[in-house]
Nanobody
Framework: VQLQASGGGLVQAGGSLRLSCAPS??????????RGWFRQAPGKEREFVAA????????YYADSVKGRFTIRKEYAETTVYLQMNSLKPEDTAVYYC???????????????WGQGTLVTVSS
């Protein structure tokens, strides 16, 4: 496993969580590569959540999370964060982080994936 995602858990609607994505001890640093977050709910396809450029200067969001989620990567740092506020039950899913050459909403654009972390939002 090249990436390790963490920070998931159970939260009530309206609450917040912060996910982290860091390289595994045996993986590369990935500091010069873009990062993306995707999620997959039971019975649904994996969908794009957010992406950030390698420098952290450009960020992109799915319409469903815009204004509630913030992706953050500091320049030359290896860990990427996804701050999730105002969570809704429909945000419940396994969240995956990924690494690729440039930020993209397409899963196929990413080369390495983390193992996923479960986020459950209760109503």
């Amino acid at each position: 496993v090249q990436l390790q995602a963490s920070g998931g858990g159970l939260v009530q609607a309206g609450g917040s969580l912060r996910l982290s994505c860091a390289p595994s001890p045996t993986g590369g640093s990935f500091s010069s590569l873009a990062r993306g977050w995707f999620r997959q709910a039971p019975g649904k396809e994996r969908e794009f959540v957010a992406a950030v450029s390698w420098s952290g200067s450009s960020a992109y969001y799915a319409d469903s999370v815009k204004g509630r989620f913030t992706i953050r990567k500091e320049y030359a740092e290896t860990t990427v964060y996804l701050q999730m506020n105002s969570l809704k039950p429909e945000d419940t899913a396994v969240y995956y982080c990924a690494v690729g050459a440039s930020p993209s909403s397409r899963p196929g654009a990413y080369d390495y994936w983390g193992q996923g972390t479960l986020v459950t939002v209760s109503s």
